[in-house]
């Protein structure tokens, strides 16, 4: 008959993990960057504690997790107030740790506990997280983790709605121009988010914002950056047309300077770009009620752009986007002939 003198580790409960997740986290702060060992051996601490909650949550490959245990976990780090410590903490983990805190992350919002999404309530709740998290893109250490936190985050309308109503929300414009290519098609796949999943918020956000939005918007359509031009323009295109924006839209085409710049972008080296940039010329030009400055430039400028036009897409599109080609050249030049234009 054997003995064994040691008791294998009784599994932590949801609780137990959640104030283990806190400590762990907490214990970094007591340490000096000058006890390195101990420092070390913290972290270690808090990585096997991320791991042991991210098996919780999703399993191992091998057992499923228990639903039970998944809501009651995300309640009490909720409860323990562990989301700010992930979010304020991520930049002294490493990058395994932050991709499990990324998993988890993603897990956590959408776990429902009872009748009520206690992490998007908690989030509700201390908003300032959220600029936290988009302040985050200055720093290419923790940008794309904060970025996935972030697009986890926009999914919910209420959340969306704050980042776009925030001054932190300005901020993109400039991220999506960052040096660091990863750092800035992770802030523009978050812009493009914050733009497109929740058609009657952004609507609101465009209309409260017009002059502000679009003034910044033009300097990314006119970036020396192609991937920046080519993807503001697709873009544009995207949220721009859709119905909720139709007063948006309106009142878009009908102004000058935004009818130059799409003029301008007809005429760039690239061809996507082109393509991109008739999508959007072709609504000025079909619009049934171009106000009369519209209707000046293209006469002014009816020969370049019926030129430009022509060898647009040779050979490479379909037959709709050559017949609407034609039917845009054809409004030009109508418009071109009108006699009272310069009365």
């Given at each position: 008959?054997s003995f064994?003198?040691?008791?294998?580790s009784?599994?932590?409960?949801?609780?137990e993990?959640?104030k283990?997740v806190?400590d762990s986290?907490?214990?970094?702060?007591?340490?000096?960057?000058?006890?390195?060992?101990?420092?070390?051996k913290?972290?270690?601490?808090?990585?096997?504690?991320?791991?042991?909650?991210?098996?919780?949550?999703?399993?191992?490959?091998e057992?499923?997790?228990?639903?039970?245990?998944?809501?009651?976990?995300?309640?009490?780090?909720?409860?323990?107030d562990?989301?700010?410590?992930?979010?304020?903490?991520?930049?002294?983990?490493?990058?395994?740790?932050?991709k499990n805190?990324?998993?988890?992350?993603?897990?956590?919002?959408?776990q429902?506990?009872?009748?009520?999404?206690?992490?998007?309530?908690?989030m509700?709740?201390?908003?300032?997280?959220?600029?936290?998290l988009?302040?985050c893109?200055?720093?290419k250490?923790?940008?794309?983790?904060?970025?996935g936190?972030?697009?986890?985050?926009?999914k919910?309308p209420?959340?969306?709605?704050?980042?776009l109503?925030?001054?932190?929300?300005g901020l993109?414009?400039?991220?999506?121009?960052?040096?660091n290519?990863?750092v800035?098609?992770?802030?523009?796949?978050?812009?493009?988010?914050?733009?497109?999943?929740h058609e009657?918020?952004?609507?609101?956000?465009?209309?409260?914002?017009?002059?502000?939005?679009?003034e910044?918007?033009?300097?990314?359509?006119t970036?020396?950056?192609?991937?920046?031009?080519r993807?503001?323009?697709?873009?544009?295109s995207e949220f721009?047309?859709?119905?909720p924006?139709s007063?948006?839209?309106?009142r878009?085409?009908?102004?000058?300077?935004?009818?130059?710049v799409?003029m301008?972008?007809?005429?760039?080296?690239?061809k996507?770009?082109?393509?991109?940039?008739?999508?959007?010329f072709?609504?000025?030009v079909a619009?049934?009620?171009?106000?009369r400055?519209?209707k000046?430039?293209?006469a002014?400028?009816h020969?370049?752009?019926?030129?430009?036009?022509?060898n647009?897409?040779?050979?490479?599109?379909?037959?709709?986007?050559?017949?609407?080609?034609?039917?845009?050249?054809?409004?030009?030049?109508?418009?071109?002939?009108?006699?009272?234009?310069e009365?």
């Open positions: 008959m064994s003198f040691f008791k294998a009784r599994p932590k409960t949801p609780s993990l959640a283990t806190k986290f907490n214990a970094l702060d007591s340490i000096t960057v000058a006890e390195v060992k101990a420092l070390e913290a972290m270690e601490e808090v990585e096997k504690n991320i791991v042991a909650m991210k098996v919780m949550l999703a399993g191992d490959g057992v499923e997790p228990n639903p039970d245990q998944v809501a009651q976990l995300t309640l009490e780090v909720c409860n323990e562990v989301i700010a410590l992930f979010i304020h903490k991520l930049l002294i983990l490493g990058w395994e740790a932050r805190l990324v998993h988890c992350w993603s897990i956590m919002l959408k429902k506990v009872d009748s009520t999404y206690c992490c998007v309530q908690y509700e709740n201390h908003l300032e997280l959220l600029d936290f988009v302040v893109y200055d720093n250490e923790i940008a794309t983790h904060c970025g936190m972030l697009r986890e985050c926009i919910l209420s959340l969306a709605k704050y980042i109503e925030s001054p932190s929300f993109f414009f400039k991220f999506v121009e960052m040096p290519f990863d800035a098609s992770d802030a523009f796949s978050t812009f493009k988010d914050l733009l497109t999943k009657s918020a952004v609507s609101q956000y465009l209309t409260n914002n017009y002059s502000e939005f679009f910044q918007y033009e300097k990314l359509l970036s020396p950056n192609y991937v920046t031009r993807q503001s323009l697709k873009l544009l721009l047309l859709e119905p924006n007063l948006i839209m309106k878009y085409i009908a102004e000058v300077s935004h009818l130059k799409m301008n972008l007809l005429k760039d080296s690239s996507n770009i082109q393509i991109s940039a008739f999508h959007i072709k609504v000025f619009n049934p009620n171009k106000p400055e519209i000046l430039i293209l002014k400028n020969e370049g752009l019926l030129a430009l036009l022509n647009l897409g040779k050979g490479g599109e379909d037959d709709q986007f050559e017949e609407e080609k034609e039917l845009i050249m054809k409004e030009i030049e109508k418009v071109s002939r009108l006699a009272n234009l009365s």
